[in-house]
């Protein structure tokens, strides 16, 4: 089945232009796919960094400058930057989700290793 | 200019094990940001292809195919495939916003070459 992963595997009757670009799309989703597993990985270690020194895992002045830079790349690179923004807000939701289950795991570890009834360091 | 598009620019205390993983990110970003560009140039020539053929703007039965085959390559690569299939929901609600930008204008260009008030042959 690897190879119905990796072809797109289009119905005989999609005309060829169109079968084409949709190769190079279903490519460009693969990578889009690794690059954010990648991201995920990365954003993970930052939500135990975090939880370590007690910072929030929300940081709106990080997401400031991410969001002017990002709206900075997308016009050199040709795309719309109202659309690079809310695709940054879409992937934070899901990293704030990440790292507020990051830290209640480790809140719960803490409460475990402490006095049973005690409010655990990050709790 | 350029260097505040390509560098972090985190504040000074900023630790720096945090610092070292949002360097990390900010190329991913960057990369992503690239990539989705792309991806954009590319579904806009499917919208050119489609609104000459008469194809509508969405394809339920490729939009399956996608899912399907992004939910099997988020697994392989370790993202979660419940938000690989939202992604893909967020970026093809763009596409398709695209798509009928692109038939309208095509509709509207085929509207002033005909007869005024005629309807155009893909309106």
Redesign the interface.
Known sequence: MTE??HR????AEV?G??RE??A???N????????????????K??GV??AH?N?PPSDP??EE??VA??R???E?????PV??EK??K?IVE?VIRHHEDIAGTMAEDGAQQAVPGAVGPRA
């Open positions: 119905g992963i797109s595997n289009e119905p005309p232009e169109l670009a949709r190079t799309i279903d460009i989703d693969a990578a889009l796919v690794h690059l954010l597993a990648e991201r995920f990985r990365c954003t270690k930052v960094i975090k020194l910072l002045g990080r400058r991410q830079r990002l900075a790349l997308a050199e690179a040709g795309l719309d659309f690079a695709f940054l879409f899901e």
